[in-house]
């Protein structure tokens, strides 16, 4: 059992940043494959940004080089570091992670940015 705790959400400005923590609740380095989903409102949820367990990393082409993901190994969390966010970023963002084999999720951090 995998428990996953988001933090980090909130309301900013077009043009402006925002930092996502995702804490597990075990060890990072048994967990293969995380990521950052998003779901807008009215739209299916989507994958974000994700980090394998070697460090490798893959972004949507809708926040590539806005956005940064990864990992503090010590702290077992992983973190999405959002960047020049734009209104069309709104939405609930979870965390998703792959252990042994099964998919367990956060509850999700809504953020939201004004035009």
């Known amino acids: 059992q995998v428990h996953l705790m988001e933090s980090g959400g909130g309301l900013v400005q077009a043009g402006g940043s925002l930092r996502l923590s995702c804490a597990t609740s075990?060890?990072?380095?048994?967990?293969?494959?995380m990521g950052w989903y998003r779901q807008a409102p009215g739209k299916q949820r989507e994958l974000v940004a994700d980090?394998?367990?070697?460090?490798?990393?893959s972004y949507a082409d809708s926040v590539k080089g806005r956005f940064t993901i990864s990992r503090d190994n010590a702290k077992n969390t992983v973190y999405l570091q959002m960047n020049s966010l734009k209104p069309e970023d709104t939405g609930v963002y979870y965390c998703?992670?792959?252990?042994?084999?099964?998919?367990?999720w956060g509850k999700g951090t809504l953020v939201t940015v004004s035009s």
């Open positions: 075990i060890n990072i380095f048994s967990i293969n494959f």
């Open positions: 998703n992670a792959v252990f042994s084999g099964r998919p367990y």
């Open positions: 980090i394998t367990s070697g460090g490798g990393t």
